[in-house]
């Protein structure tokens, strides 16, 4: 193990190579829990190189992540032309003219101990053509435009639910730069041009700026997006492409003018080959036209996206080309990924701030010696690359379980082979109303019949022990249920009023 001139072996200086989201979420959260005078950070950047920053919707998990590096909510969603956000409407996904929520939030209540999907199920199945989505708090108060902080009361139905944020990314990462420098998180404007790697176990040494300037480190930190500067081109780990189970290769974003009104939700159109996203932030709405390139062109694409705008756009699109899939290894050595470098999975549930989030955290819970025990980069490496997997599978259910066939793209879609994991699960809830999955995992039972219910994926049968509640006190509860959970949500500010009264933008963001 090797040991400095004070006779220990600790990480004394990391580098972060690439800001934006990834690198900026990466320095303030490793500047909260690493004693500057102990471990010095430095970030390298070029104001020349480009920040991706299309997604800027997240969902509930980032209270974690700006708990845990000490933001001020208020002060953050002011910096940031932030918006609330419910949930995730999802439009044309099952079959055209359709919509369904994905939202934050429970449905119903258990009734004896069985999940409520069941006794709704047992009253569709008796013709009562009630939405599920009815049942929600989170989708009544979006689809009115309402929104206020949970109640901390378990007792109220306004309890029942979460809330996300849209915001602009790029303020974001301009926003924890100020926290970690703060800190002491040191930046160093400049271009990489050389990766210095040992010659007697190849980890990184140094990297070497346009200007010759040459930074050492003990740990690299690659946030330096789809170049992979790090982990790919120096080390040469490879990329497992997930492509043949998310087709979707490009994604061309521009701005628009704001409605009058703004939705406490994140919309997603599908449209003939991939899907539209509209995202209101206070500033601005940001939109997207995430598509296949095999399926349509880009001119196409394009035009379709700007045909789709609710109001007039106020930037030229620009287009990103990604391929959907992971590093085999985020952490190879002394390096790891976080961010692009890592892994792409396209904005369709909102998860790339959450996947980064969840490295950084793997990272500080495993934080190493310069002795890089295997033991903790086995155990990193497993843990967010079945995040990673889990994560694919969930947004490969919205293609698989979709009953278009309107054209090529979404037939290819409904009949692609898919991996195993996804598959028992969708067999699981169509024999008998059950969902499987992993406590540990981010999406659980309720965001999984979300999804389902909502592509029209029924059960064949459902839990035995609903019969074991007379018919009509079902039916009583679940119209007290509505009743009770459309008259909370009716009672709830607009979403403009509480973000005027809560965290009204700061002029010049």
Same mark, same amino acid.
């Given at each position: 193990?090797?040991?400095?001139?004070? $006779?220990?072996? =600790?990480?004394?200086?990391?580098?972060?190579?690439?800001?934006?989201?990834?690198?900026?979420?990466?320095?303030?959260?490793? &500047?909260?829990?690493?004693?500057?005078?102990?471990?010095?950070?430095?970030?390298?950047?070029?104001?020349?190189?480009?920040?991706?920053?299309?997604?800027?919707?997240?969902?509930?998990?980032?209270?974690?992540?700006?708990?845990?590096?000490?933001?001020?909510?208020?002060?953050?969603?002011? #910096?940031?032309?932030?918006?609330?956000?419910?949930? /995730?409407?999802?439009? #044309?996904?099952?079959?055209?003219?359709?919509? +369904?929520?994905?939202?934050? $939030?429970?449905?119903?209540?258990?009734?004896?101990?069985?999940?409520?999907?069941?006794?709704?199920?047992?009253?569709?199945?008796? $013709?009562?053509?009630?939405?599920?989505?009815?049942?929600?708090?989170?989708?009544?108060?979006?689809? @009115?435009?309402?929104?206020?902080?949970?109640?901390?009361?378990?007792?109220?139905?306004?309890?029942?639910?979460? +809330?996300?944020?849209?915001?602009?990314?790029?303020? +974001?990462?301009?926003?924890?730069?100020?926290?970690?420098?703060?800190?002491?998180?040191? *930046?160093?404007?400049? *271009?990489?041009? #050389?990766?210095?790697?040992?010659?007697?176990?190849?980890?990184?040494?140094?990297?070497?700026?346009?200007?010759?300037? @040459?930074?050492?480190?003990?740990?690299?930190?690659?946030?330096?997006?789809?170049?992979?500067?790090?982990?790919?081109?120096?080390?040469?780990?490879?990329?497992?492409?997930?492509?043949?189970?998310?087709?979707?290769?490009?994604?061309?974003?521009?701005?628009?003018?704001?409605?009058?009104?703004?939705?406490?939700?994140?919309?997603?159109?599908?449209?003939?080959?991939?899907?539209?996203?509209?995202?209101?932030?206070?500033?601005?709405?940001? #939109?997207?036209?995430?598509?296949?390139?095999?399926?349509?062109?880009?001119?196409?694409?394009?035009?379709?996206?700007?045909?789709?705008?609710?109001?007039?756009?106020?930037?030229?699109?620009?287009?990103?080309?990604?391929?959907?899939?992971?590093?085999?290894?985020?952490?190879?050595?002394?390096?790891?990924?976080? $961010?692009?470098?890592?892994?792409?999975?396209?904005?369709?549930?909102?998860?790339?701030?959450?996947? /980064?989030?969840?490295?950084?955290?793997?990272?500080?819970?495993?934080?190493?010696?310069?002795?890089?025990?295997?033991?903790?980069?086995?155990?990193?490496?497993?843990?967010?690359?079945?995040?990673?997997?889990?994560?694919?599978?969930?947004?490969?259910?919205? +293609?698989?379980?979709?009953?278009?066939?309107?054209?090529?793209?979404?037939?290819?879609?409904?009949?692609? &082979? /898919?991996?195993?994991?996804?598959?028992? @699960?969708?067999?699981?809830?169509?024999?008998?109303? =059950?969902?499987?999955?992993? @406590?540990?995992?981010?999406?659980?039972?309720?965001?999984?019949?979300?999804?389902?219910?909502?592509?029209?994926?029924?059960?064949?049968?459902?839990?035995?022990?609903?019969?074991?509640?007379?018919?009509?006190?079902?039916?009583?509860?679940?119209?007290?249920?509505?009743?009770? /959970?459309?008259?909370?949500?009716?009672?709830?500010?607009?979403?403009?009023?509480?973000?005027?009264?809560?965290?009204?933008?700061?002029?010049?963001?």
């Amino acid at each position: 193990m090797p040991v400095d001139e004070q $006779g220990n072996a =600790r990480i004394r200086r990391v580098v972060i190579v690439g800001g934006g989201t990834a690198g900026w979420m990466t320095a303030a959260a490793l &500047s909260t829990v690493l004693n500057k005078d102990l471990c010095s950070i430095e970030l390298v950047e070029s104001d020349a190189i480009g920040v991706v920053g299309v997604g800027e919707a997240t969902i509930p998990a980032i209270h974690d992540f700006n708990r845990k590096v000490g933001l001020d909510e208020q002060d953050f969603m002011r #910096n940031t032309n932030a918006t609330f956000k419910l949930g /995730i409407e999802f439009v #044309n996904w099952g079959r055209p003219g359709e919509s +369904y929520m994905h939202p934050f $939030g429970r449905y119903g209540f258990d009734i004896n101990g069985v999940a409520f999907h069941h006794y709704w199920l047992n009253e569709r199945a008796r $013709g009562d053509q009630t939405p599920f989505d009815d049942y929600c708090v989170p989708f009544v108060a979006a689809k @009115k435009g309402r929104f206020d902080l949970p109640q901390s009361d378990p007792r109220s139905v306004l309890s029942t639910y979460s +809330y996300a944020f849209h915001f602009d990314a790029s303020l +974001y990462a301009q926003y924890l730069r100020r926290v970690a420098e703060r800190r002491g998180v040191v *930046r160093t404007e400049g *271009r990489i041009v #050389n990766v210095s790697l040992r010659d007697d176990n190849g980890f990184i040494e140094s990297v070497t700026l346009e200007s010759g300037q @040459k930074i050492e480190g003990d740990l690299f930190i690659d946030c330096s997006g789809f170049r992979a500067l790090l982990i790919g081109q120096a080390m040469g780990v490879e990329y497992e492409s997930w492509q043949h189970w998310l087709p979707c290769d490009r994604a061309i974003a521009v701005p628009s003018a704001n409605p009058e009104y703004l939705d406490p939700y994140t919309r997603s159109t599908a449209l003939t080959a991939g899907w539209q996203w509209r995202i209101p932030l206070q500033h601005r709405t940001g #939109n997207g036209h995430v598509f296949s390139s095999e399926y349509t062109s880009e001119d196409e694409a394009g035009s379709l996206l700007l045909e789709n705008l609710e109001r007039a756009p106020l930037a030229e699109p620009r287009t990103l080309k990604f391929v959907a899939g992971k590093r085999r290894q985020m952490w190879s050595r002394n390096c790891v990924a976080i $961010g692009l470098s890592g892994g792409f999975l396209e904005p369709l549930e909102s998860t790339s701030i959450y996947l /980064i989030q969840a490295a950084i955290m793997k990272l500080i819970e495993r934080f190493p010696d310069r002795d890089f025990s295997d033991v903790d980069v086995a155990d990193f490496n497993a843990q967010i690359g079945r995040s990673f997997d889990q994560v694919r599978d969930f947004i490969i259910l919205h +293609y698989k379980a979709t009953q278009r066939d309107d054209s090529e793209f979404w037939r290819y879609c409904r009949n692609m &082979s /898919i991996p195993e994991s996804l598959d028992y @699960k969708i067999r699981s809830f169509r024999e008998a109303g =059950r969902v499987v999955y992993d @406590k540990r995992e981010l999406f659980i039972e309720t965001n999984w019949i979300a999804v389902l219910l909502g592509q029209n994926v029924f059960p064949e049968s459902t839990d035995l022990r609903v019969e074991c509640t007379p018919q009509d006190k079902i039916t009583t509860q679940l119209r007290q249920m509505r009743a009770m /959970i459309s008259m909370a949500a009716e009672s709830l500010p607009r979403h403009e009023e509480t973000i005027s009264r809560y965290c009204e933008a700061r002029a010049g963001n």
